[in-house]
């Protein structure tokens, strides 16, 4: 029961917005509708990719581009890699826990996750068109500054313990 008490406490509200305000609560019922669509509609491409990966990409070859040893140059592709995704965040983190499982580094994985969420490319060209290219590179700036400050925290602060509990994590799935 434990294990469903969101979703009964989410149909619950419903119902109750539903009661309170009949047009409130099929609007509600609508935009979760179309919610549950698109993130049902990105996953596909997502499993597809990580089972390409899985399949197509042997540990070794993930170790030296994105491993321990791979130094800034590993740093660099998982940020580029971010860059340029364009599926929501959630659907990336299957992709995160690939890389940790081919035996990526803690902070590549991290980079990737932070990038694709604050610097994607598409999200970058819009803002140039709308706001400008001084803010866009100025923003551009400042979030790359932070995803590389951030992965590199994270790491730093995660104890030898965590982080293999992390990849054991990664290895089960």
């Not at 970058?124 to 951030?150: C, D, H, K, P, S």
Request: aromatic fraction near 10%; include cysteine.
């Amino acid at each position: 029961m434990k294990r469903y008490l969101l979703l009964f406490s989410s149909l619950l509200l419903f119902l109750i917005l539903w009661a309170l305000d009949p047009a409130a609560g099929t609007q509600a019922l609508r935009l979760t509708g179309q919610s549950a669509r698109t993130f049902l509609l990105a996953l596909p491409p997502v499993f597809l990719c990580v089972g390409l990966l899985e399949v197509w990409v042997p540990r070794p070859a993930m170790a030296a581009l994105m491993g321990e040893q791979a130094g800034w140059r590993g740093a660099g592709l998982a940020f580029l890699l971010g860059m340029v995704t364009a599926v929501p965040f959630y659907a990336l983190l299957p992709v995160a826990a690939m890389l940790l499982k081919k035996g990526a580094r803690i902070r590549n994985m991290l980079l990737f996750l932070c990038a694709s969420n604050a610097v994607r490319v598409p999200l970058w060209l819009f803002e140039a068109g709308a706001l400008g290219w001084t803010f866009a590179l100025v923003r551009l700036g400042v979030n790359t500054a932070a995803v590389f400050a951030t992965a590199q925290l994270i790491e730093w602060l995660l104890t030898p313990a965590q982080r293999t509990a992390l990849y054991r994590r990664a290895e089960e799935l």
